[in-house]
């Protein structure tokens, strides 16, 4: 079956907000996906972050 060309679900890439603001060197992102129709707004999850080792904050990013 075929894919629709205005499909609702897109990717998006999340990234921690707490590593930004510390200024340690490198990045933690997640690859997810939305569904911009029902949350048109930016997403925020919880997420683990290997590089400080706790749950932090994942904010996505255009």
């Given at each position: 079956m075929a894919?629709?060309s205005?499909d609702?679900?897109?990717?998006?890439?999340l990234e921690c907000?707490?590593?930004?603001?510390?200024?340690?060197?490198?990045t933690?992102?997640?690859?997810?996906?939305?569904?911009k129709k029902?949350?048109?707004?930016?997403m925020e999850?919880k997420?683990?972050?290997?590089i400080?080792?706790k749950?932090?904050?994942?904010?996505?990013?255009?």
């Amino acid at each position: 079956m075929a894919k629709k060309s205005k499909d609702a679900r897109i990717q998006v890439i999340l990234e921690c907000t707490e590593h930004k603001a510390s200024g340690l060197p490198g990045t933690s992102r997640y690859i997810t996906t939305k569904n911009k129709k029902n949350t048109p707004e930016r997403m925020e999850l919880k997420k683990y972050n290997p590089i400080m080792k706790k749950m932090t904050i994942h904010r996505e990013i255009k």
